[in-house]
């Protein structure tokens, strides 16, 4: 057996094992023929394809008929909270502190976080105007740009948003790569709309002359309470959906828990921390609670899946019969 054999059968373990006894052969037989002489490792596209391919033979077999159009739902429900939220943070990153009072700032802008603000803009765009593909990447662009923000701060010295802004965008970005490519035009232009919408209340939240800090907005307003608004549209589509039988809005809101619990990151760190809500929680259970909320969420989803594997399971019935005396 070859090294590329081998890993190919490593990647193959993503398809339920019934699955592999009856196909596994041919599927490896078919990625050996496609591969160029002397490969050892497996192509990156080819692996991420046999990881789709398993994960959706895995939810089949499980009959989670629902866990696809969920992860569609959830993943407009983050886009559309990503596409305002930035548009919000657009309007904060232009009014800087004035020059002398202290404030660190990047120019005309609060920070490097305007980068990766008309980056979520760009997409929300693209979501509305490119077909297939292209709203994907441009999403995906926008998650970069907002992780990149930390190095980029830390090698320039350059004042970037905190942490507890950044981590949600990224979550929340995480779960809008699943958008569908078939979505309506209806559904399509709401992140745009949000956006222009984030701009317009963000516009009108305070006067021109006046200079945000990220902090002072985010800690008592707008993340706990986008926090808030998520997780109530997800619980009201889940509980609407199901009484009509459909159980996608419930892994939907499974999937929205992780990029909730990232927005309210704040008060559920000051609830660990034990301060009272004026009090900002310290930066160790901050970030301890962040690597939960990351920890945790995510776990969900494979023991709701392997929770619902069992009870798809028929019952194997006992001996049944007389016996002879």
Known sequence: MTDLERRYLWLLLAYPAEYRRSRGAEIVGTYLDLAAP?????????????????LRQRVRAAGVIHLVPGVRLAAAVALFTAAMLAGMWTVLELRPAPPGSG????????????????GWLLAAMAQALTPGQWHRRAVALAVLLTVALIPAAALTDLP??????????????LVALGASREWPVSLRV????AAVTGLAVAARWTPASFAWTYRAVTADQALPSAAVAVLAMA??????????????????????????????????????????AAFPPNWTTLAATAVLVALVGPALLPVALAVRTRLARP??????GNTHR
Do not use: C, K
Not at 38 to 46: F, H, I, K, Q, V
Not at 160 to 173: A, D, H, Y
Not at 190 to 193: E, H, K, Q, Y
Not at 237 to 253: E, I, N, V
């Open 160 to 173: 970037r948003p905190p942490l507890f802004v950044l981590l949600p965008q990224v979550g929340l970005g």
């Open 103 to 118: 404030e660190p700032s990047v120019g005309s802008f609060v920070s490097l976080g305007i980068v990766a603000w008309v």
């Open 38 to 54: 002397g490969r050892r490792w497996p192509a990156p596209a080819d692996a991420a394809d046999l990881l789709r391919g398993g």
């Open 190 to 193: 709401t992140p745009l709309v």
């Open 235 to 276: 619980v009201l589509l889940a509980a609407g959906l199901a009484l009509r039988g459909d159980h996608r809005g419930g892994w939907a809101l499974l999937i929205l828990l992780t990029p909730v619990g990232l927005l309210a990151l704040q008060p559920l760190a000051g609830a660990a921390d034990g301060m009272p």
């Open 315 to 320: 019952s194997i019935p006992g001996p049944t």
